[in-house]
């Protein structure tokens, strides 16, 4: 298995709900990572977890809760959204370099494209 | 943090011509290169990349090179094909990395 698969492809959700985006890899990969990908920009790094800990911050709003249960599965909690927040989430994992550093290729899953209404 | 800065924003070029997509990197200790590519409605891929121990890396049509004095790397596609149509981009960084804005090619038949 070559892949990061993320649930759902898309969502919906009000600025009220509660709602959760899913990752899973099966590479024995043990870094994941998520980010925010707007319309004809870059992505951008939210979390970094290493070793099922999370590594990296970028300082990204409480309304953004990242969960890492187990080696292949990274969860994103999202609540209390804002319309601006509205995006494509991209989750990546990673190989083991051997040492503590995080270069090496970033695999990435296709993506949940959330709407906030 | 790292800032990445990426050149040009759009590129056209004929099939067959070549296609070259600079970058620029502020962080001294960024150590990792590299460039991705990433169709319309999907995800990005790697297409190739560079540690900060080489200077020059390719891969049949594709090749990067690195001058980590200047703080600067390219991408260069040969023989570009209409397949090659796509949003690229670079990223630099130690530990995590950074992607740069962005570079829209369009390789026309």
């Known amino acids: 298995d070559t892949e990061v698969t993320q649930t759902p492809k898309h969502l919906v959700m009000g600025m009220t709900n509660k709602k959760s985006l899913k990752c899973e890899q099966h590479?024995?990969?043990?870094?994941m990572y998520w980010y925010k990908q707007k319309a004809k920009k870059p992505p951008e790094l939210m979390f970094v977890y290493s070793y099922e800990k999370l590594s990296i911050n970028e300082s990204v709003p409480s309304r953004f809760s990242p969960e890492c249960p187990n080696s292949s599965l990274l969860n994103l909690h999202l609540h209390a959204l804002q319309p601006e927040d509205s995006a494509l989430y991209l989750c990546?994992?990673?190989?083991?370099?051997?040492?503590?550093?995080?270069?090496?290729?970033?695999?990435f899953g296709q993506g949940t494209r959330l709407t906030v209404v | 943090g790292e800032n990445v800065e990426q050149h040009p924003s759009t590129l056209s070029v004929q099939e067959g011509d070549s296609a070259v997509i600079k970058c620029t990197y502020s962080d001294s200790a960024s150590n990792y290169f590299p460039w991705y590519k990433q169709e319309l409605g999907k995800r990005p891929q790697l297409i190739i990349d560079?540690?900060?121990?080489?200077g020059e890396k390719k891969d049949q049509r594709i090749a990067v090179t690195l001058n980590k004095t200047a703080k600067h790397f390219s991408l260069h596609i040969t023989e570009t094909q209409p397949e090659d149509s796509a949003v690229y981009f670079c990223a630099a960084g130690f530990n995590k990395f950074y992607f740069g804005s962005g570079t829209k090619l369009n390789v026309k038949p």
């Open positions: 590479m024995g990969h043990r870094a």
């Open positions: 990546a994992s990673s190989p083991p370099t051997g040492d503590a550093t995080l270069n090496t290729e970033a695999f």
């Open positions: 560079i540690r900060s121990n080489v």
